[in-house]
């Protein structure tokens, strides 16, 4: 069965980090692309992060968050993270982590991805 759980998620002053992790069970990690999400409410979910398969170059950025937040992975724990520094209110969302097998048909669009966890609730107070 395969699975994908987030945590790390929580409330925030705006300038505050947070780290989300998402932990996979059911397959290794090391040979999926793997993605972070967010939705805000009656939104579209929206690409934040994405890294590639194996040992993760070429990771992939939304404009908004670059030289804010690291996506990486330990491929040894099976698990991906999320470093989130100098959070905005704007970075307010329900974080999801995603796995697929390409980066088709592109690494931020949700299209691209088979697996899914239920999201984490990050909330940046001003």
């Known amino acids: 069965q395969v699975a994908l759980v987030e945590s790390g998620g929580g409330s925030v002053q705006a300038g505050g980090s947070l780290r989300l992790s998402c932990a996979a069970s059911?397959?290794?990690?090391?040979?999926?692309?793997l993605a972070w999400f967010r939705q805000y409410p009656g939104k579209e979910r929206e690409g934040v992060a994405a890294?590639?398969?194996?040992?993760?170059?070429?990771?992939r950025y939304t404009d908004s968050v670059k030289g804010r937040f690291t996506i990486s992975r330990d491929n040894a724990k099976n698990i991906l993270y999320l470093q989130m520094n100098d959070l905005k209110p704007d970075d307010t969302a329900m974080y999801y982590c995603?796995?697929?097998?390409?980066?088709?048909?592109?690494?931020?669009?949700?299209?691209?991805?088979?697996?899914w966890g239920k999201g984490t609730q990050v909330t940046v107070s001003s």
């Open positions: 995603a796995a697929g097998t390409s980066w088709y048909p592109s690494p931020l669009d949700s299209r691209t991805y088979d697996y």
């Open positions: 059911g397959y290794r990690i090391s040979a999926k692309y």
């Open positions: 890294i590639s398969h194996g040992s993760g170059d070429f990771p």
